[in-house]
């Protein structure tokens, strides 16, 4: 397992699948659906004073490189099928984390870094009508890529497109990544 793992392909082809999904989840908007806007939710979680895109960039690409690295050591030898088959497989599991504890991680992450709660973007919770608006109207207004509108009224779940994502990167990290000889 360990022993054959290529941490250099690993780490290119983490880098290249989060690329990838990124551009989708960011791409969107251009056929009518709501952005995913994870980096907006990764990167309000610190009170720093730059834009949580930035910071919240740095953190989606350090998760898809990292996970890409925990697929090599772990489950590149033992999951079935072609190259792509095996890290589309992988992707279910940061899948299931992203729609089910996404959320709270973030909220704990913004208690412990004392990121005020209204800049903290919780991607799968529903938008709360009553918080405050921002009254800078250049301000960037994170989406909630979960939250109930177009892609969940008659259209793709949130939840679906999510899925569709990380498929997307899962699928290509398992083709790109080769163990070593």
């Known amino acids: 397992m360990l022993g054959q793992a290529n941490l250099l392909g690993a780490l290119k082809a983490g880098i290249l699948g989060t690329v990838i999904m990124t551009i989708v989840m960011y791409s969107l908007p251009l056929i009518g659906i709501p952005p995913m806007d994870i980096m907006a939710a990764l990167g309000g979680v610190f009170p720093l004073k730059i834009s949580p895109y930035f910071l ?13 690295l925990i697929y090599a050591a772990f ?11 095996r890290g589309a497989l992988f992707s279910l599991l940061p899948w299931l984390f992203a729609i089910t504890l996404l959320g709270a991680s973030l909220q704990l992450a913004s208690q412990v870094f004392g990121a005020a709660p209204a800049s903290v973007v919780n991607p799968c919770a529903p938008v709360n009508p009553c918080a405050p608006k921002a009254s800078n109207p250049c301000a960037v207004k994170p989406a909630n890529p979960c939250a109930p509108g177009t892609a969940s009224q008659g259209a793709i779940s949130p939840q679906v497109l999510s899925l569709m994502a990380h498929l997307i990167y899962g699928g290509v990290v398992g083709a790109i990544y080769r163990p070593r000889a």
């Open 56 to 68: 919240g960039a740095l953190i989606h690409l350090g998760i898809g490189t990292v996970l890409a």
């Open 75 to 85: 489950f590149h030898c033992w999951l079935p099928g072609p190259n792509w088959l």
